[in-house]
């Protein structure tokens, strides 16, 4: 919990300086689709809209650790196979120098899971019905992944 605590604190507080400060910047977003087709989408608490799980890449973190440890911390979710990459995007229209990796993941399981300091909601969706809120970015990597739109090179 401590842990949780301070990853929470550091972020409301050193985020904004984080992204002023730094040239480059490198995150992880995870496409958790369940057997009914679903796709979990999450909110946080301290930003509007919904998305997909994930978050900033550590220091000495490749891209897949960061997207599983993301997928824990926000979603109670555990990978039971591979996650599949489905590409890199520049995300300059909402943060300068940002670059997203999205995974989309088939295999898991889920634990209990409840709202948190960083996470105010989540929860699966049919793909036909999508929560008002639903960020641009994560409807249009749906429609590359599930309805074989072409791939953009921008968030």
Known sequence: MQKILFRYTSRLILYPWYRIS???????????????NE???????????????GGGVDRGETLYHAMERELVEEA????????????MFANEKQFRGDHVALYVVREFRQDDWKPNMEIADAGYFPLDQLPDGTTGGTKRRLDEVINGKPVSQHW
């Open 76 to 87: 109670s979710v555990h990978l039971t196979g591979p996650a599949v990459l489905h590409g």
């Open 39 to 53: 796709v979990l989408l999450i909110t946080h608490t301290y930003a509007p809209g919904w998305l997909f799980p």
């Open 22 to 36: 730094r040239g480059k910047t490198l995150g992880v977003r995870a496409m958790v689709l369940n057997e009914n």
